[in-house]
């Protein structure tokens, strides 16, 4: 049973446009969620975080949102550029009482087109 | 550079084998984790460990263990290696209270 799930996974958007990349979480017991960013043979990056009790949070180019009742998350890239070509994971985990592992999504493969 | 290390690189071994990937956490970081991608099942959590004591366990298999020493390295031992365990070992640290979790580069680890 996935209980992340990241439906697209390939996108591709056009260098200074925004990408928008979705995340569905079925676990209501989550409650921080991250974005990770990995480029071929490297270690996941982080890029942006999010609490439960937050519904935004920005940072630079990168903002994300979270739809609680929806069980939403998105990362919104504002312009796109070149260098953000890579593979992109939705995580979640349970915070309560301590940290635990990451839940990861499969991935979407962002592509930015020049 | 996430400040989490990791060796070796790459591992090439044969099937029934037995290999030990080790990690070091961030300067400050307490805890570690120990994650498993491989193609098909996409990043899967194996195991966490805090200050040396085991704390969380994930889909980790019982010929998977791992451990933490008192200078906070952890060490990932996989033995009677099959060819599925064929993947890349991430290894990742926080302070230990639910913070943001780094990763290191990890293991390519394949089993022939």
């Known amino acids: 049973d996935q209980q992340v799930k990241q439906n697209s996974p390939s996108l591709s958007v056009q260098e200074g446009r925004i990408s928008i990349l979705n995340c569905d979480y079925t676990n209501s017991m989550f409650d921080y969620f991250l974005w990770y960013k990995k480029y071929p043979a490297e270690g996941p990056t982080f890029l942006i975080s999010i609490s439960s009790i937050k519904d935004k949070n920005e940072d630079g180019r990168f903002t994300v949102f979270l739809n609680k009742s929806a069980k939403h998350l998105s990362l919104h890239i504002v312009p796109s550029q070149p260098g953000d070509s890579a593979v992109y994971f939705c995580?979640?985990?349970?915070?309560?009482?301590?940290?635990?592992?990451?839940?990861f999504g499969k991935g979407t493969h962002l592509i930015i087109q020049p | 550079d996430s400040g989490v290390t990791q060796t070796p690189k790459h591992l090439i071994t044969a099937t029934g084998q037995r290999v030990t990937l080790r990690c070091s956490p961030r300067?400050?970081?307490?805890?570690v984790y120990w994650y498993q991608q491989s193609l098909d099942q996409g990043l899967q959590f194996l195991i966490q460990y805090y200050n040396g004591e085991e704390r969380a366990k994930g889909n980790i298999l019982e010929r998977f263990s791992a451990q933490q020493f008192p200078d906070l390295h952890s060490e990932l031992n996989l033995s009677s290696l099959e060819l599925g365990d064929s993947a890349l070992y991430f290894c990742a640290s926080d302070r230990g209270s639910g913070e943001t979790q780094y990763f290191g580069p990890g293991t390519r680890l394949l089993v022939l």
């Open positions: 300067s400050g970081d307490l805890s």
């Open positions: 995580a979640a985990s349970v915070r309560r009482g301590g940290a635990d592992g990451l839940t």
